[in-house]
């Protein structure tokens, strides 16, 4: 099974590529489309440190995993208006002009622009945005060029199934390890941001550039202060943790582990799916996406090489049951702690 990382930087190359990553995917965020932030941003990383800078970075790591074996993917990923479909249209160009034609994408206008205007030159790969549910899903995707899917977290394994039975398994790709949300891929603005209060002032806050999390934070404390509730879901809402909004983004008590973990912050760090590794190969997976974009080198480098173990094992496991015993005792190892159900991907 191939490990698919998010990568920030030409320096974590060589690094991702030791620790046992084979393919790689980056968004890139330069001065001119720095502008779309207001909205969504191109390739839905809103910050500078979760970004390439330029084409020349892309470029560098292309030329480096490629002479691996390895792939590598840019994020085109959001939905866009007329000014960011311009701004999308204007690095899909410079992406072909520069020989760097794998991409990750979501929006139909720009998934008929590329079979228009470069008919199967570009990898392309549907986001989980593109909420890939069925097969007739899949089928008018790939008639406008896409290539590879990676199913949203909410499926389980035998839907999944039920979608690959129709087509190459080899096509399919899964999120593995890393962040998670409980609401659903490709639907989680629409079910997150109720509330005109809530939507106005998220919006402000990112015109002003404020970092995202902490605009996110700030506006999921004063709608819980003023409704008693939240509008926002997530692992630290989670119905196990018996704890308001306000008690978890205070770390007052109710849920001190999960308060401290978002302090300091770790809140997606803990997110599994690896007992499901037994089920993905029954059905013929062969990628794995950890979606770490936002992640620091070294947290990297620990979930690759922690899956990279999980999927070694798989051979030497004789059932389901004992490899699910091997992944919590996995899970505790590398990261201190026993296995929680509230982050557990497919269970």
């Given at each position: 099974?191939?490990?698919?990382?998010g990568?920030?930087s030409?320096?974590?190359?060589?690094k991702?590529?030791?620790?046992g990553?084979?393919?790689f995917?980056?968004?890139?965020?330069?001065?001119r489309?720095?502008s779309a932030?207001g909205?969504?941003?191109?390739?839905?990383?809103?910050?500078a440190?979760?970004?390439?800078a330029?084409?020349d970075?892309?470029?560098?790591?292309?030329e480096e995993?490629?002479?691996?074996?390895?792939?590598?993917?840019?994020?085109?990923?959001?939905?866009?208006?007329n000014?960011?479909?311009?701004?999308?249209?204007?690095l899909?160009?410079?992406l072909?002009?520069n020989?760097?034609?794998s991409i990750?994408?979501?929006d139909?206008?720009?998934?008929?622009?590329?079979?228009?205007n470069y008919?199967?030159?570009f990898?392309i790969q549907?986001s989980?945005?593109?909420?890939i549910?069925?097969n007739?899903?899949?089928?008018?995707?790939?008639d406008?060029?896409?290539?590879r899917?990676?199913?949203?977290?909410?499926?389980?394994?035998?839907?999944?199934?039920?979608?690959?039975?129709?087509?190459d398994?080899?096509?399919?790709?899964v999120?593995?390890?890393?962040?998670?949300?409980?609401?659903e891929?490709?639907?989680c603005?629409?079910?997150?941001?109720s509330?005109?209060?809530?939507?106005?002032?998220?919006g402000?806050?990112?015109?002003?550039?404020f970092?995202?999390?902490?605009s996110l934070l700030?506006?999921r404390?004063?709608?819980?202060?003023?409704?008693?509730?939240?509008p926002l879901?997530?692992?630290?809402?989670?119905?196990e943790f018996?704890?308001?909004?306000?008690n978890?983004?205070n770390?007052?008590?109710g849920a001190?582990?999960t308060?401290?973990?978002?302090k300091?912050g770790?809140?997606?760090?803990l997110s599994c799916g690896?007992c499901?590794?037994?089920?993905?190969?029954e059905?013929?997976?062969?990628s794995?996406?950890?979606?770490?974009r936002?992640e620091?080198?070294?947290i990297?480098?620990?979930?690759i090489?922690l899956?990279?173990e999980?999927v070694?094992?798989?051979?030497n496991?004789?059932?389901r049951?004992?490899y699910?015993?091997?992944c919590?005792?996995?899970?505790r190892r590398?990261?201190?702690e026993?296995?929680n159900?509230?982050?557990?991907?497919y269970?």
């Amino acid at each position: 099974m191939r490990i698919n990382t998010g990568i920030t930087s030409p320096k974590e190359t060589k690094k991702l590529l030791r620790a046992g990553a084979e393919c790689f995917y980056a968004g890139i965020l330069s001065n001119r489309n720095r502008s779309a932030i207001g909205t969504i941003g191109i390739n839905r990383r809103f910050s500078a440190q979760h970004n390439l800078a330029s084409i020349d970075q892309a470029r560098q790591i292309f030329e480096e995993v490629s002479a691996q074996g390895a792939k590598f993917f840019i994020t085109v990923n959001s939905f866009y208006d007329n000014e960011t479909f311009d701004q999308a249209r204007e690095l899909v160009e410079n992406l072909a002009k520069n020989n760097i034609k794998s991409i990750i994408a979501a929006d139909l206008g720009l998934l008929y622009f590329l079979n228009k205007n470069y008919p199967g030159e570009f990898e392309i790969q549907a986001s989980t945005m593109s909420v890939i549910e069925n097969n007739d899903t899949v089928n008018v995707l790939a008639d406008l060029g896409v290539d590879r899917f990676v199913f949203p977290r909410h499926l389980r394994p035998e839907e999944m199934k039920s979608i690959i039975g129709h087509h190459d398994p080899s096509k399919f790709e899964v999120f593995i390890f890393g962040q998670r949300c409980f609401f659903e891929d490709g639907h989680c603005g629409f079910q997150h941001g109720s509330g005109p209060e809530y939507s106005f002032q998220l919006g402000r806050d990112l015109i002003n550039g404020f970092f995202p999390m902490r605009s996110l934070l700030n506006m999921r404390k004063k709608y819980a202060e003023k409704y008693k509730t939240s509008p926002l879901g997530c692992n630290m809402l989670s119905d196990e943790f018996s704890c308001s909004p306000i008690n978890i983004l205070n770390g007052e008590q109710g849920a001190p582990e999960t308060a401290a973990r978002m302090k300091q912050g770790h809140r997606f760090i803990l997110s599994c799916g690896l007992c499901a590794l037994w089920d993905f190969r029954e059905i013929g997976i062969t990628s794995l996406k950890i979606p770490n974009r936002s992640e620091p080198t070294r947290i990297k480098i620990h979930q690759i090489k922690l899956v990279a173990e999980a999927v070694k094992h798989l051979k030497n496991i004789d059932s389901r049951n004992k490899y699910e015993v091997f992944c919590k005792d996995l899970y505790r190892r590398y990261l201190g702690e026993s296995c929680n159900h509230s982050y557990c991907y497919y269970g």
